[in-house]
């Protein structure tokens, strides 16, 4: 999820009905005067809807870290009294696990967030469509997509949109994006502690760490796989109505 902040105005300024003009001899919705209100009502609310979405999942992020931070603090302390003995391992191994649960169910929540932003994105490049089907002549003036699919979204937070984008570029782009944020914390906490369980189990030093550094591997890969397939799903469920043609696609690549 790309962080940027988003202004959210009151519906009490909305413009007055006005008289649309007409499209074509058989009609349409948008000859309806009351459809500017209403589109501009609808687009209120979506925005609405990217603020509070935008909220939680910061709250969610800064919760995680604030436990993380406090369960290290602790784990320093306790260490101090108790000395870096096999209870401390089993505490230790204990307090880990905690934190990689709630890291998972963070990271999932999170994820979810993210979805319901970029579906309020297709909603938000869907009424822009409307909006340019009323006013052709604004086409100039806007800078954002009037497209409701993955092309149209991924355009209206400045991604490229060519048919073949760069998978790596994009999983570097997502690290620095609040999901991948908490991902690779998560994956880190998952190598620890694949790292103290194998201490545990009477594993050499060598052996622990070689053990820790195959699971953030491994976690690294979950992740990345599991982010790829979820974003690849939310795009077979869209159901775009205004996809981007092929020729406007050519030109923003």
Do not use: C, K
Not at 107 to 116: F, K, M, P, Q, Y
């Amino acid at each position: 999820m790309d962080e940027r902040s988003i202004q959210v105005g009151g519906s009490e300024h909305l413009p007055p009905p006005v008289a649309l003009p007409r499209h074509g001899p058989g009609g349409g919705p948008l000859e309806d005067p009351r459809a500017l209100q209403i589109l501009t009502t609808e687009h209120w609310s979506l925005l609405s809807a990217r603020s509070l979405v935008y909220n939680e999942a910061f709250a969610r992020a800064g919760m995680f870290l604030t436990f993380l931070s406090a369960s290290l603090v602790a784990l320093a302390l306790v260490a101090q009294g108790m000395g870096f003995d096999r209870d401390f391992l089993v505490l230790a191994a204990v307090i880990l696990g905690f934190d990689l649960f709630i890291g998972l169910a963070t990271l999932g929540r999170i994820t979810d967030a993210s979805n319901e932003d970029l579906r309020s994105i297709a909603g938000m490049n869907r009424i822009r469509n409307a909006y340019l089907e009323i006013a052709p002549g604004l086409e100039p003036y806007f800078i954002t997509s009037r497209y409701d699919d993955l092309r149209g979204i991924l355009s209206t937070y400045g991604e490229p949109t060519g048919e073949h984008p760069s998978l790596f570029l994009g999983f570097l782009h997502g690290l620095t994006t609040t999901t991948g944020m908490v991902s690779m914390i998560t994956t880190v906490i998952a190598g620890i502690l694949g790292t103290v369980v194998a201490l545990l189990v009477g594993a050499a030093p060598s052996v622990a760490i070689g053990v820790g550094l195959g699971t953030l591997t491994a976690m690294v890969i979950v992740m990345s796989a599991f982010g790829y397939r979820d974003f690849a799903r939310f795009g077979a469920r869209l159901g775009p109505r205004f996809p981007t043609p092929p020729a406007d696609a050519d030109q923003r690549r």
